[in-house]
């Protein structure tokens, strides 16, 4: 039960999706993790011009539907369109949770700012 990553994974929304779906259907999912029984992955929501964006908690991919969780990260569930993109990108949260990760599990102490 891990969060999954893989380098340069970005597709394109099939169909249009409101606020409130919790499947989406992509173009083409296979630059995405395989998800194991209780791995998932954090994939992010856009407009091509980015000036709607919204990050979905990823547990299941079967073909080219990724079921998700929505408004994740602070990020407000949002409607999108054919074509917006979906992609794994790194963001605050994920990069502090595996520093806080790692270091917790090897052991160091990190001084407190």
């Given at each position: ?42 994939i992010?929501l ?58 917790s ?5 990190v001084?407190?700012?």
């Open positions: 039960m891990s969060i999954q990553f893989t380098n340069d994974a970005t597709t394109f929304l099939a169909a249009n999706i409101n606020a409130s779906v919790t499947t989406i259907t992509v173009v083409d999912a296979s630059s995405f993790p395989t998800l194991a029984s209780g791995d998932h992955t954090y992010t856009s407009t091509p011009t980015n000036d709607t964006k919204e990050i979905v908690k990823c547990t299941a991919i079967a073909g080219n539907t990724l079921t998700v969780i929505r408004a994740q990260e602070g990020t407000t569930a949002a409607s999108f369109t054919i074509e917006d993109r979906a992609q794994i990108r790194i963001t605050d949260c994920r990069a502090n949770n595996l520093y806080w990760d790692r270091h599990f090897c052991n160091i102490s001084p407190t700012q």
